[in-house]
């Protein structure tokens, strides 16, 4: 199959992966790696904008997103897969760009605000974004599967390929497009839908990591937030507990939502919970047998980040080449 395009995503290694990093990101690389020419990465330097939280456990969760991307079912052999700081094209592009976006555009993006708001950040958090547009297009990506809180972070990507190109007069980037999912691109905590699903939040009772135990998958789902209404009906606005638990139920279970509707029209939140924790629990098992499978074994995931690596420096050695070059950086010979 012709490939429709170059796509790059990543993966922050800062813990425990979870089923909202499953269903939004990861189920949707599966299928993405038999469609484009897929680069996936463990975006390790973006985890430092955090130095403490991950100083203790970085190479760990190095490896055990990189194990849960295989798990999860990326193929080495179909998608590339590479660790960020081992290609230093990255970081020097995205200082490359930092000149071609202004400081009250990157002040605006909403995730370092909430993080601001909240304690003290690093000037690392502050320059994420740029990172990320580094990321991006170095490859010349014509689509980026994103999140819609990560969104926001695409179109200053986008202005800056659009301030770049306008300075020069000439298309030194491609202008990526995004993909969002309809479904299950932003799960919900099961103890309160009205956050998303996220391993910063003290309360994991609401979180399904991928790694749990049946019977944590079992208490979390039988005690997830639904209503008083006991109909399986999907409403965000009225209904998000149940709601989110129809995205969960959707997305692995392949099912549209309205099937869901019909199937349980006159069944109570009990047999909708108890098919739910099969279906979850049944995606689980596989995930985990092959993530212990393959966790140990150093060698092999030593031998995809190679191929990874290879790959994405003969792609970006090329960009960054041309960039100098129309920038003027280049040693005339």
Same mark, same amino acid.
């Given at each position: 199959?012709?490939?429709?395009? $170059? ?15 499953? *269903? ?10 038999? @469609?484009?020419?897929?680069? #996936?990465?463990? =975006? ?12 203790? /456990?970085?190479? @760990? ?5 990189? %194990? ?22 990255? %970081? #020097? ?39 990320? %547009?580094? !990321? ?7 689509? =980026?599967?994103?999140? *819609? ?8 990507? $986008? ?49 399904? #990591? ?13 005690? %997830?937030?639904?209503?008083?209404? /006991?109909? +399986? ?14 995205? *969960?139920? &959707? &997305?692995?279970?392949?099912? @549209?939502?309205? @099937? ?17 924790? !099969? ?26 980040? !190679? ?15 041309? +960039? ?10």
């Amino acid at each position: 199959m012709e490939s429709k395009g $170059r796509i790059f995503s990543g993966v922050k290694p800062t813990g425990k992966l979870h089923l909202g990093h499953y *269903i939004g990101i990861l189920l949707n690389w599966e299928k993405l790696q038999y @469609e484009y020419d897929c680069i #996936f990465s463990v =975006v390790d330097l973006h985890a430092l904008t955090d130095p403490v939280k991950v100083k203790d /456990n970085l190479q @760990e969760n190095i490896y055990h997103v990189l %194990a849960m991307f295989i798990a999860c079912g990326i193929d080495p052999l179909k998608a590339h897969i590479m660790l960020q700081s081992e290609n230093s094209d990255h %970081a #020097f592009l995205s200082w490359i760009l930092q000149n071609y976006i202004g400081y009250g555009q990157v002040k605006r993006m909403t995730q370092f605000k909430d993080q601001y708001q909240k304690h003290n950040v690093t000037n690392g958090l502050f320059n994420y974004p740029i990172l990320m %547009a580094a !990321d991006i297009l170095l490859y010349d990506c014509a689509y =980026v599967p994103v999140g *819609i809180d990560q969104k926001q972070h695409l179109e200053l990507a $986008r202005d800056m390929v659009d301030r770049f190109n306008s300075i020069y007069g000439q298309q030194g980037f491609k202008s990526p497009s995004p993909l969002i999912n309809k479904v299950g691109s932003k799960v919900k905590l099961l103890s309160d839908p009205s956050k998303k699903m996220s391993k910063s939040d003290n309360n994991e009772k609401g979180i399904i #990591f991928l790694l749990d135990k049946k019977e944590d998958v079992i208490s979390k789902i039988s005690r %997830a937030v639904t209503d008083g209404e /006991n109909k +399986i009906k999907y409403d965000e606005a009225n209904k998000p507990g149940v709601s989110n638990l129809m995205q *969960i139920y &959707s &997305s692995i279970g392949e099912i @549209e939502i309205s @099937e869901i509707e019909k199937k349980y029209e006159n069944l109570s939140y009990q047999d909708f919970k108890k098919d739910l924790i !099969d279906i979850v629990w049944n995606r689980l098992d596989k995930i985990q047998n092959k993530y212990y499978s393959i966790i140990d074994d150093k060698e092999y995931l030593n031998s995809v980040l !190679d191929s990874g690596l290879e790959y994405s420096l003969f792609l970006s050695n090329k960009k960054v080449e041309e +960039i100098k070059k129309i920038i003027g950086l280049k040693r005339l010979n």
